[in-house]
């Protein structure tokens, strides 16, 4: 199993790697949940505010299905 993940805001520069413009091709095992996801690419739940499967609103429990894209963004403040 295989998902497409794409950081966004400030998140790229926590990634410990170059991370490419298209996203990262990861492969997962069957049932991966979004905070084990997070982890997965190395990435703090901190940093993680918001995540999108298929433009879908995500929680850390949720299972993400095979050849999905999972998007990361990072938290939003101003005022």
Known sequence: ???RVKFFG???QYYPGDYPDSGLEIEIWQDISVGELVEL???SQAH???V???GRLA???DIVPDSAEVK???ALSGG
């Open 59 to 61: 929680k850390a429990s």
């Open 72 to 74: 990361f963004f990072q």
């Open 10 to 12: 400030t998140l790229p």
């Open 41 to 43: 690419v190395h990435l």
């Open 48 to 50: 993680v505010a918001i």
């Open 52 to 54: 999108s499967i298929n």
């Open 1 to 3: 199993m295989h998902v």
